[in-house]
């Protein structure tokens, strides 16, 4: 089961290293069978690695990759920091998707350079460009694209996040978030033979809605915006994750 924190732009370097701080003291338990990965700004990622390092369930990410490690590409992070401070790497969120035009051919280039670089992509995926006839074929086209360009087998984890749940305080229907979910791992199965690929869910996630979330067949995790912002705020959604019935 996944927790992910993503930070955003939303916090200073000092206020990043409070946090990680907070989340460090008061992560008491052993959490079995969650993975926590938090993904500061970049400026932050050596900072808050560097609190989180000693705790066995929680990885740090970066919040975008290189789409070809070797071009220069100004405002990029390098990749050597990449693979030296990260584990994972969030890419594709309907954020950059929307404001800097990332397409899908860009998320995928990107997805393969973070496998060859030893890191682990969570691909954002968005029904955004659907159709009414077909609403699930952005959601085809964004698969399609990824497995088209990874060409060495690598693990990567698909998060859903619809466009109208983000940062709106009104998360998705669950029923809709499990029928995707399914259409995701069948559609990860009749591309690439396996479904057996950890498919999350994002949007408006907080502590009274994460377990209807976790709780769904075919969800393994969740991709926490705002309510990650605070260690309150955080730890009392990986307390709920951590709940039995949620731990499949
Ligand atoms: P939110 O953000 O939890 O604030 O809706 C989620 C995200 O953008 O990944």
């Avoid at 590409?73 to 994972?88: E, P, R």
């Avoid at 669950?174 to 690439?192: F, L, P």
């Avoid at 950890?198 to 009274?208: F, H, I, Q, T, W």
Wanted: aromatic letters at 6%; glycine letters at 8%.
């Amino acid at each position: 089961m996944y927790i992910l924190a993503n930070w955003k732009n939303k916090l200073s370097s000092e206020s990043s290293k409070r946090l990680a701080e907070g989340i460090y003291s008061r992560l008491v338990h052993q959490y079995l069978n969650i993975e926590i990965v938090i993904f500061p700004d970049d400026i932050s990622l050596l900072g808050v690695k560097s609190i989180l390092d000693s705790l066995s369930i929680v990885k740090i990410g970066a919040q975008d990759g290189p789409m070809d490690k070797t071009s220069s590409l100004t405002g990029s992070i390098s990749a050597s920091n990449l693979s030296k401070f990260c584990d994972y790497v969030l890419l594709g969120h309907s954020e950059r998707r929307a404001i800097l035009g990332e397409t899908n051919e860009m998320v995928a280039l990107k997805a393969t350079e973070a496998i060859e670089l030893g890191l682990v992509p969570v691909i954002c995926v968005t029904k955004g460009n659907g159709t009414a006839f077909d609403p699930y074929s952005g959601i085809k086209a964004q698969l399609e694209s990824i497995h088209d360009h990874i060409r060495r087998q690598g693990k990567y984890l698909i998060a859903y996040e619809p466009t109208d749940a983000i940062g709106t305080g009104i998360s998705a229907d669950t029923e809709e978030v499990k029928n995707t979910a399914e259409t995701i791992r069948k559609m990860v199965s009749a591309i690439q033979g396996s479904s057996d690929i950890p498919v999350l869910y994002g949007g408006s996630v907080n502590a009274k809605n994460v377990s209807s979330f976790l709780s769904l067949e075919g969800i393994d995790g969740v991709l926490v915006g705002g309510e990650s912002l605070t260690v309150d705020s955080f730890l009392k959604i990986v307390k709920k994750a951590s709940d039995p019935q949620n731990l499949k």
